[in-house]
């Protein structure tokens, strides 16, 4: 189907951005199947209107796993998404079980044409594991947040602009219809900076998959750091970077995203390869985290809790002292 010019082809093409922000995902409620949730927020700081802890009111809600983050580890400072030892002692001791996801700037293309770059993510994700006294033998996710799905939305951006800059009167247009697509006009502007150098040829013959070979020698980084240390590997990603990674033997495991409109989604979901599927954000409103905010968190449909883990391993427990205490 064609679209015509301006802002209605923007929304309804750029699938990735759209998603970015959109809701309606199932209620603040048990759902069948949906039996893990992830979050990105401490859930140790949860407080509700009913006067249940966090934890209670998850399982009410039937679910078994919260899905929580590795992040790059600094000597004094951390992101409040990162799971810290205080957190997952918090979650095994409430009898939920842990899904661990490492996550930074796993979003941006440009991050998986740094050519170490899954080297330097895996050391900061075993750094996290092991204080958290994460068992081997469970999984370490490594996200691949939607970055074919920007690739073909700067390709598709280079045709709405004629292969030039986006002109003013567009990124107008683009804004007025959702602050989101600041992000967008900024990695479009980047894209005309690199394409030509990282992709070797026009941004009119570029495609999706061709960021799969960067993916790759992301997940090869990945493996050699963590798979000797006894972890399983996982990603998260659209349904073409599940089955790439999959049919490469380079993950274990595969978490689908959320946004039906990201490359290879249908196949993928029914293939049914999947651990997970991400649903649309929910927004609990009667739930707030320490910082005031109402609670949103991701359903997920689970096939599998392979990789899961509910106990901690006493030995790399003992690396505790080498994360900060607290996030910030």
Same mark, same amino acid.
């Given at each position: 189907?064609?679209?015509?010019?301006?802002?209605?082809?923007?929304?309804?093409?750029?699938?990735?951005?759209?998603?970015?922000?959109?809701?309606?995902?199932?209620?603040?409620?048990?759902?069948?199947?949906?039996?893990?949730?992830?979050?990105?927020?401490?859930?140790?700081?949860?407080?509700?209107?009913?006067?249940?802890?966090?934890?209670? !009111?998850?399982?009410?809600?039937?679910?078994?796993?919260?899905?929580?983050?590795?992040?790059?580890?600094?000597?004094?400072?951390?992101?409040?998404?990162?799971?810290?030892?205080?957190?997952?002692? !918090?979650?095994?001791?409430?009898?939920?079980?842990?899904?661990?996801?490492?996550?930074?700037?796993?979003?941006?293309?440009?991050?998986?044409?740094?050519?170490?770059?899954?080297?330097?993510?895996?050391?900061?994700?075993?750094?996290?594991?092991?204080?958290?006294?994460?068992?081997?033998?469970?999984?370490?996710?490594?996200?691949?947040?939607?970055?074919?799905?920007?690739?073909?939305?700067?390709?598709?951006?280079?045709?709405?602009?004629?292969?030039?800059?986006?002109?003013?009167?567009?990124?107008?247009?683009?804004?007025?219809?959702?602050?989101?697509?600041?992000?967008?006009?900024?990695?479009?502007?980047?894209?005309?900076? &690199?394409?030509?150098?990282?992709?070797?040829?026009?941004?009119?013959?570029?495609?999706?998959?061709?960021?799969?070979?960067?993916?790759?020698?992301?997940?090869?980084?990945?493996?050699?750091?963590?798979?000797?240390?006894?972890? %399983?590997?996982?990603? &998260?990603?659209?349904?073409?970077?599940?089955?790439?990674?999959?049919?490469?033997?380079?993950?274990?495991?595969?978490?689908?995203?959320?946004?039906?409109?990201?490359?290879?989604?249908?196949?993928?979901?029914?293939?049914?390869?999947?651990?997970?599927?991400?649903?649309?954000?929910?927004?609990?409103?009667?739930?707030?985290?320490?910082?005031?905010?109402?609670?949103?968190?991701?359903?997920?449909?689970?096939?599998?809790? %392979?990789?899961?883990?509910?106990? %901690?391993?006493?030995?790399? !427990?003992?690396? !505790?002292?080498?994360?900060? %205490?607290?996030?910030?």
């Amino acid at each position: 189907m064609r679209f015509g010019s301006g802002i209605i082809a923007a929304v309804f093409m750029l699938a990735g951005q759209a998603h970015a922000t959109s809701f309606g995902g199932p209620t603040c409620n048990a759902h069948s199947g949906m039996t893990a949730v992830d979050m990105s927020q401490p859930t140790n700081t949860i407080t509700t209107e009913s006067g249940q802890s966090g934890y209670q !009111a998850l399982k009410s809600m039937g679910v078994k796993s919260v899905i929580r983050y590795y992040d790059w580890v600094g000597e004094d400072d951390i992101s409040c998404k990162a799971l810290l030892p205080t957190e997952s002692d !918090a979650i095994i001791g409430a009898g939920l079980n842990i899904i661990s996801v490492f996550q930074h700037e796993n979003d941006d293309p440009e991050s998986f044409f740094v050519k170490t770059r899954g080297t330097v993510d895996a050391k900061h994700a075993l750094s996290l594991a092991h204080a958290n006294g994460q068992p081997s033998g469970s999984a370490i996710y490594f996200s691949v947040d939607g970055v074919d799905q920007t690739i073909r939305d700067m390709v598709f951006e280079n045709g709405m602009s004629n292969g030039h800059a986006i002109s003013k009167k567009r990124k107008r247009h683009l804004i007025n219809a959702d602050h989101s697509f600041k992000r967008h006009i900024r990695r479009y502007g980047r894209f005309m900076h &690199y394409h030509r150098k990282v992709f070797g040829k026009d941004a009119s013959e570029i495609r999706a998959s061709d960021i799969h070979p960067a993916i790759v020698r992301y997940f090869e980084q990945v493996n050699a750091v963590v798979r000797p240390e006894g972890y %399983k590997i996982g990603a &998260y990603g659209s349904g073409a970077v599940c089955e790439l990674l999959l049919g490469k033997h380079l993950v274990d495991y595969c978490w689908l995203a959320q946004s039906i409109g990201w490359p290879g989604f249908d196949h993928f979901f029914h293939s049914k390869r999947w651990t997970m599927v991400q649903q649309k954000t929910t927004v609990c409103r009667k739930w707030n985290f320490a910082n005031g905010d109402h609670v949103w968190l991701d359903f997920n449909r689970v096939n599998t809790t %392979k990789g899961a883990w509910g106990k %901690k391993d006493g030995i790399t !427990a003992l690396a !505790a002292d080498k994360v900060p %205490k607290s996030c910030n």
